[in-house]
């Protein structure tokens, strides 16, 4: 069974940094695309960006929105993907979610989903 | 303002039917086959419910199905039953290579 946990939300300043994680089982971890989305409380859903796993060399996509701030990156040997977010602001606020999709090269459906993690950026 | 429009709302009656529309551009819903629809419950992880425009991901009820034609994708539920209350978000890959949303469609089962 796909699982997908993440974990590192919290309460953080504006202009601070914090690392989410994406402890993933169930599934050969190395060989999929992983994904992060956002949801701002009340509000719709977001892309953030993805990575490529290392057959397609670990590519990575983001949003405008978090373009230059947020950098995905992955550890196949731990099947974690971390979501690094620099220089925070309080649009930032959101439940952050890590997806897989349906196949392993799948960058553009989300299959399968965590529980989310909160980040909350307020002074 | 979300780059794909979506109804706010839409209702129905158990065993109506409701379509839900997505209407994007020919860089996104217009220009290839990756529009999605999910399903999100009050304080839980959105669902995937159709992917490339028509399928349904197994588990998920043949009463859900999707379409496209044009700039426009539409989610059609038939038989609506009461747990089919929940948020509706559309997504479609765009020609830049990234992923769009709708603002989402609340549906309410009257």
């Known amino acids: 069974e796909v699982q997908l946990v993440e974990s590192g939300g919290g309460l953080v300043q504006p202009g601070r940094s914090l690392r989410l994680s994406c402890t993933a089982s169930g599934f050969t971890f190395g060989d999929y695309v992983m994904s992060w989305f956002r949801q701002a409380p009340g509000k719709g859903l977001e892309w953030v960006g993805f990575i490529r796993n290392k057959a397609s060399d670990g590519t990575t996509k983001y949003a405008a929105s978090v373009k230059g701030r947020f950098t995905i990156s992955r550890d196949d040997s731990k099947s974690i993907a971390y979501l690094q977010m620099n220089t925070l602001k309080t649009e930032d606020t959101a439940v952050y979610y890590c997806?897989?999709?349906?196949?392993?090269?799948?960058?553009?459906?989300?299959?399968?989903w965590g529980q989310g993690t909160l980040v909350t950026v307020s002074s | 303002q979300s780059p794909l429009t979506q109804p706010a709302s839409v209702s129905g009656s158990p065993g109506q039917s409701i379509s839900i529309s997505c209407t994007g551009t020919s860089n996104d819903v217009g220009g290839n086959k990756y529009v999605s629809w999910y399903q999100q419950h009050p304080g839980k992880a959105p669902k995937l419910l159709i992917y490339?425009?028509?399928y349904r991901p197994s588990g998920v009820s043949h009463r859900f199905s999707g379409s496209k034609s044009g700039n426009t994708a539409s989610l059609t539920i038939s038989g609506l039953q009461a747990e089919d209350e929940a948020d509706y978000y559309c997504s479609s890959y765009t020609d830049s290579g990234v992923l769009v949303f709708g603002g989402g469609t609340k549906l309410t089962v009257l």
């Open positions: 490339e425009v028509n």
């Open positions: 997806t897989r999709g349906p196949w392993d090269t799948s960058v553009a459906v989300a299959a399968y």
